[in-house]
């Protein structure tokens, strides 16, 4: 049931996931956010990746501060928050 747990509710990772990510290979919270896409949802990591840098930290025998945190990803470009709510200024 453990296993069955819910570590990233954006993107509804288990903890059985993230432990296999490990056991493959993923020794980074960005080689597990590749392999299980944990902390990719809405709130970009914000709630699991504390949880994901812990349960490496356990698996790898290492301490929670050893292990790097994922890279920030902002957009490529600034977008104009009309544009996105659907409104036009006219100003583009």
Do not use: Y
Request: charged share 25%; proline share 4%.
């Amino acid at each position: 049931m453990e296993h069955d747990l819910i570590i990233c509710r954006c993107e509804e990772v288990t903890r059985a996931e993230i432990l296999d990510a490990i056991a493959n290979g993923a020794d980074s919270v960005n080689a597990v956010k590749r392999w299980t896409r944990a902390g990719m949802g809405l709130c970009q990591g914000k709630f699991c990746g504390r949880l994901v840098s812990q349960m490496l930290a356990n698996e790898l025998g290492c301490e929670v501060g050893q292990i790097a945190p994922a890279t920030a990803r902002p957009p490529v470009r600034p977008v104009r928050l009309e544009l996105l709510a659907g409104e036009s200024s006219g100003d583009q």
